[in-house]
């Protein structure tokens, strides 16, 4: 089993930025990949983006592209999000989830946080 706790979430205007922080616990945290997923209401769940164990492999949703970073420390079982340039289409509530194999799909993780608040008014 993998504990995953989001925070960092809060309300922002349009164009500031933020951080999210997911902390792991559990299973060797190094041994997987790990990614940020976001849901806005009445929507799907959308791939934001994603980093294998080593942070060697990144890859974004087209949404984030340019604007939003994720990293990775395996020495603080901490995986990050920055998040810049944000828009009001940006909000939603978003989760950490972690991943024996990785991927850009929601099936492709096995374990999940619960989630932090994003707002970004305009």
């Known amino acids: 089993q993998v504990q995953l706790v989001e925070s960092g979430g809060g309300l922002v205007q349009a164009g500031e930025s933020l951080r999210l922080s997911c902390a792991a616990s559990?299973?060797?945290?190094?041994?997987?990949?790990m990614g940020w997923f976001r849901q806005a209401p009445g929507k799907e769940r959308e791939f934001v983006a994603a980093?294998?164990?080593?942070?060697?492999?990144?890859s974004y949703g087209d949404s984030v592209k340019g604007r939003f970073a994720i990293s990775r420390d395996n020495a603080k079982n901490t995986v990050y999000l920055q998040m810049n340039s944000l828009k009001p289409e940006d909000t939603a509530v978003y989760y950490c989830?972690?991943?024996?194999?990785?991927?850009?799909?929601?099936?492709?993780?096995?374990?999940w946080g619960q989630g932090t608040h994003v707002t970004v008014s305009s």
């Open positions: 559990g299973r060797p945290f190094r041994t997987y990949g």
């Open positions: 989830a972690a991943s024996r194999l990785g991927g850009t799909r929601p099936g492709d993780y096995d374990y």
């Open positions: 980093i294998d164990w080593s942070g060697g492999f990144i």
